[in-house]
């Protein structure tokens, strides 16, 4: 999800349970998308990347689904656990960029709880 | 490898001051990039460079300047301090486009104060 000013939503998860972040990206012409986690007080670190001509791409623990027609992306993590918590972001790369720029999205604050 | 590191941690300015925050990385990339985090939001780009010599504006450059004499090395640099420039600051560097990894690697941040 995006979110407006200083409050990043929230997603909730008892521990266990999958969790799944969602992500609507802005423009059509991206071809890449990544996501990053970021725990508190620390710099965003890489979880997994999709290209646009797939639509789904496996990690571990971690899936990516890209849906190019609604300009939609999710995180689907399974098993959720304590050490899942933080802020998820997502960024995408536009097909004109030949720099490596990403634009991100405001994150979601994901909260694992017992 | 230590990957990308940056330095200082934490800094508080007076308006008006000025200083520069350090970044490196050993990993030979040649993109690198300068964000900035306000609370709550996600990363803006500040600067890039491409190269050793190499830099251009991101999304929020005003403020701010960059250079970039080495690989390894892409300082940012404040002159004017202001409240607004209060903010977390994040360095990140990538292998080129068409390489096959398209991820950024980040420094651990930057968490500036300006009074």
């Known amino acids: 999800g995006e979110s407006v000013g200083l409050h990043l939503p929230t997603l909730s998860v008892q521990e266990g349970d999958n969790s799944i972040i969602n992500c609507a990206y802005s423009n059509s012409a991206s071809d890449y998308f990544i996501w990053y986690k970021q725990e508190s007080g620390k710099g965003p670190q890489f979880i997994i990347d999709?290209?646009?001509?797939?639509d789904k791409r496996q990690g571990q623990r971690v899936t990516v689904l890209l849906n190019k027609t609604v300009k939609h992306l999710s995180l689907q993590i399974a098993a959720t656990q304590p050490g899942d918590s933080a802020v998820y972001f997502c960024a995408e790369k536009s097909a004109t960029d030949s720099w490596g720029k990403l634009q991100f999205g405001a994150g979601t604050q994901v909260v694992v709880t017992p | 490898n230590a990957g990308v590191t940056q330095t200082p941690k934490f800094r508080i300015l007076k308006i008006g001051q000025s200083m520069t925050l350090q970044c490196a990385q050993d990993m030979n990339h040649n993109y690198m990039y300068w964000y900035r985090q306000d609370p709550g939001m996600g990363l803006k780009l500040i600067y890039y460079?491409?190269?050793?010599?190499?830099?251009d504006k991101g999304e929020v450059p005003n403020g701010y300047n960059v250079s970039r004499s080495t690989t390894e090395d892409f300082p940012l640099r404040l002159e004017l301090a202001a409240p607004s420039q209060t903010s977390v600051y994040f360095c990140a560097s990538r292998s080129p486009t068409g390489t096959g990894n398209n991820e950024q690697f980040f420094g651990p941040g930057t968490r500036l104060t300006v009074l």
């Open positions: 999709i290209r646009s001509n797939m």
């Open positions: 460079s491409v190269g050793a010599g190499i830099t």
